[in-house]
C-alpha cells in the first residue's frame, strides 16, 4: 500500500500553475508548467479536488492495474445533477467503450473486434490513395507561397481514412469533422459551460446522425463495419433497439478517437519535421527512422496530455492516500518528460527507446493504435519523398484545451 505522506503541494499552488496552463502561452507550451509540477514531486493535489500524477512510473501502474477504474455511468451519476459529469454530451460518453469497466468493457471490446492485419492491409490502400491525393493539393497550394497543413492534410486524412471504412458519404465527412472538434469539450479537463453547451449540441447532432446510420445499414446491409457489428449485436442482445444503440455507441466512439487524436498526431508530427531542417533530413536521409520519428512524437507531444481514473478502493498512491471513487489526472504530458524515466526528456530524439503513453495502457489500450501509427508512417514516408524540404512560416495557434492538444494551423512554405 506505501508510505502515507503530506504533500509538499497544495491545492492553492497547483490553482496557481493550472491558471497558467489555461492561458494561450500555456496551451502553446506547457512544458514548463510539467517541469515545475514534476519538481514537486510524484503526485500532488488537484486545485478542484482529486489528485495529479505526473511520475511516469505511477502513471504506467495506474493504468495497467484493475484497481483503477473509467469515470463510468454509474460513478457520474453519483456526482450531482449539476456537475459537468451529468452533461447530455458527458452521460452520452459514459455509454462508449472509452468509459466502461468490466465485465460491460469486456464484452463491448470483444463485440468491436480489432484492426487485425488484413484490416490494417485494407485500411493502408485507402490511407495511401487519400494521402497522395492531400499532398499533391499541398504540393499545388506551395507552387502559390505558404499552405495550412492542417486544413489541407493534417484534419483530411483520418476522416478519409475513417469516412471510407465506415462507408460515410464523403460528403459528410467535412461536418463530421467539425461535430468532432466541438465535441472532444466534454471529455477536457476543465471545460467551461459554453464548451459544455457546444458539446451537447454536438453531441446531440452526432447521435441522431449516426442512429440514421444504423438503421440504414439494418436495412441495406454491407461489407462494412457497421454492418457486422450489427450482426454481432444482434446474437448478443435480443431487444434489437437495444443492439442498434449498441452499435451507434461503437461508430460514436471510433469515430471520435479517430478523427481528434490521430489529426493531433499528423500535425506534431509534422510540426516537427518542419520546425528543424536537421530532422527533416535526418529522416529523409533515413527513412528506416520513420517508426521511431512517430514514437518519439507521442512520447515528446503526445495527442492526449491527461487520462483521468477513479481509485476503485482506498489506496496510497505516490505517498498521498486516495478514497475510493476519488479521481487522480494522470498527467501524461509531464509523465513522458519525467527525468527519472528519459534522460534529457526535453530533447526530440527518435533514437532513444520508445516508451510512452499515448495510447494509454491495459485493458484500455487504445483499439485504433495500429491504425494511427499506420496514417503516421504513410504521411510521414510521403511527405519526405514527395516533397522538398519545407519550413515552418510561423508558430501555430492551439486550441482552448488542456487535456486534449489541437494544433488549429501548421502554415508551412518549401524552404
Request: with cysteine.
Amino acid at each position: 500500500m506505501g508510505v502515507i505522506t503530506t504533500p509538499s503541494f497544495d491545492r492553492r499552488a497547483s490553482a496557481s500553475l493550472f491558471s497558467r496552463l489555461r492561458t494561450a502561452r500555456g496551451q502553446a507550451d506547457p512544458f514548463p508548467i510539467y517541469e515545475e509540477l514534476l519538481s514537486r514531486g510524484d503526485v500532488s493535489l488537484a486545485p478542484w479536488g482529486g489528485t495529479l500524477v505526473t511520475s511516469f512510473a505511477l502513471c504506467d501502474q495506474v493504468l495497467r492495474s484493475r484497481d483503477w477504474l473509467e469515470p463510468d455511468k454509474r460513478w457520474r451519476e453519483r456526482q450531482g445533477s449539476g456537475t459537468r459529469w451529468n452533461a447530455s454530451s458527458s452521460r452520452e460518453m459514459s455509454n462508449t467503450l472509452a468509459a466502461l469497466n468490466p465485465p460491460d468493457h469486456t464484452r463491448v471490446r470483444r463485440a468491436a473486434g480489432t484492426f487485425d492485419r488484413a484490416a490494417v492491409e485494407r485500411i493502408g490502400q485507402t490511407v495511401t490513395r487519400a494521402t497522395d491525393q492531400l499532398l499533391d493539393s499541398l504540393a499545388e497550394r506551395l507552387r502559390e507561397g505558404e499552405a495550412d497543413f492542417v486544413s489541407l492534410v493534417g484534419d483530411e486524412l483520418p476522416v478519409a481514412t475513417i469516412g471510407d471504412w465506415l462507408g460515410i458519404p464523403s460528403a459528410d465527412w467535412p461536418r463530421l469533422r467539425q461535430l468532432t472538434h466541438d465535441q472532444v469539450f466534454t471529455q477536457e479537463l476543465l471545460p467551461s459551460a459554453s464548451q459544455l453547451a457546444g458539446s451537447d449540441a454536438a453531441t446531440a447532432e452526432l447521435r441522431a446522425y449516426f442512429m440514421a446510420l444504423v438503421s440504414d445499414r439494418r436495412a441495406h446491409p454491407g461489407e462494412d463495419p457497421v454492418s457486422r457489428w450489427i450482426e454481432t449485436w444482434d446474437a448478443l442482445e435480443p431487444d434489437r433497439d437495444a443492439a442498434d444503440e449498441a452499435v451507434y455507441f461503437l461508430v460514436l466512439f471510433v469515430l471520435l478517437a479517430a478523427l481528434e487524436t490521430t489529426s493531433t498526431l499528423l500535425t506534431t508530427m509534422t510540426l516537427l519535421l518542419v520546425e528543424s531542417p536537421e530532422r527533416w533530413d535526418m529522416v529523409a536521409d533515413h527513412p528506416d527512422l520513420v517508426p521511431a520519428f512517430i514514437e518519439e512524437t507521442l512520447r515528446y507531444d503526445p495527442p492526449t496530455h491527461v487520462i483521468s481514473r477513479i481509485a476503485g478502493e482506498d489506496c496510497v498512491l505516490g505517498g498521498l492516500e486516495i478514497r475510493k471513487d476519488e479521481m487522480v489526472h494522470l498527467m501524461v504530458g509531464a509523465a513522458h518528460r519525467d527525468p527519472a524515466k528519459h534522460v534529457d526528456p526535453h530533447r526530440f530524439d527518435p533514437l532513444r527507446k520508445p516508451a510512452h503513453l499515448a495510447f494509454s495502457g491495459g485493458i484500455h489500450y487504445c483499439l485504433g493504435a495500429p491504425l494511427a501509427r499506420l496514417e503516421a508512417q504513410i504521411l510521414l514516408r510521403g511527405l519526405i519523398r514527395r516533397l522538398p524540404r519545407l519550413t515552418l512560416v510561423r508558430r501555430p495557434t492551439m486550441a482552448p484545451r488542456v487535456a486534449f492538444r489541437r494544433l488549429l494551423n501548421l502554415d508551412v512554405a518549401v524552404a
